[in-house]
T-cell receptor, first 116, second 115 residues
């Protein structure tokens, strides 16, 4: 079945360590996104990419980095510069078929990062 | 830019009772509207969407929503809820003529079903 796979589902790390969250999609979507979710704050956009080898900062990009070397993959690195990294991270993708682009997002199952 | 307001952060409802989750948006142009559901420790799943046409939209799991342009609302309803409807619900909006624009999400409404 087509979909978005995030791994790992749960991740524990010590403070000061970089961690990389994986996101793979087989939907042949052009655009991919990373969101952070904290209780009571909804979804906040970290980074997004509309095409291979290109990405843009979202609303809360500080302390995060991404790459988009393949259409299917959009890994997120949470660096030691991120002051409060404990959160639930969601990867999403969307087709980018103008003019029919509705912006609808397809989400992965999420990765919960806990920094000890 | 547009914004989305979900007026209730938490809604408790007895099983088999009806429920309405409220969503208001602000935009001076036409929009696309979405409702997503998130079960605990899972990603978001699309419930329904309004793109154009009929203002009453039916989705999965017996949910429906009505687009009201004059009141800039897109409230989600279900006539009889089940325990399995316990989840968080997010409303999202995007202006329809802005091809590069991303979805703007509300802060979510946590629906709790009381047995």
């Amino acid at each position: 079945d087509g979909g978005i796979t995030q791994s790992p589902k749960y991740l524990f790390r010590k403070e000061g360590q970089n961690v990389t969250l994986s996101c793979e999609q087989n939907l042949n979507h052009d655009a991919m996104y990373w969101y952070r979710q904290d209780p009571g704050q909804g979804l906040r956009l970290i980074y997004y990419s509309q095409i291979v080898n290109d990405f843009q900062k979202g609303d809360i990009a500080e302390g995060y980095s991404v790459s988009r070397e393949k259409k299917e993959s959009f890994p997120l690195t949470v660096t030691s510069a991120q002051k409060n990294p404990t959160a639930f991270y969601l990867c999403a993708s969307s087709p980018y078929d103008r003019p029919a682009n509705t912006g609808e997002l397809f989400f992965g199952e999420g990765s919960r990062l806990t920094v000890l | 830019a547009q914004s989305v307001t979900q007026l209730d952060s938490q809604v408790p409802v007895f099983e088999e009772a009806p429920v309405e989750l409220r969503c208001n948006y602000s935009s001076s142009v036409s929009v696309y509207l979405f409702w997503y559901v998130q079960y605990p420790n899972q990603g978001l799943q699309l419930l329904l969407k309004y793109l154009s046409g009929s203002t009453l939209v039916k989705g999965i799991n017996g949910f429906e929503a009505e687009f009201n342009k004059s009141q800039t609302s897109f409230h989600l309803r279900k006539p009889s809820v089940h325990i399995s409807d316990t989840a968080e619900y997010f409303c999202a909006v995007r202006r329809s003529n802005f091809g590069n624009e991303k979805l703007t999400f509300g802060t979510g409404t946590r629906l709790t079903i009381i047995p």
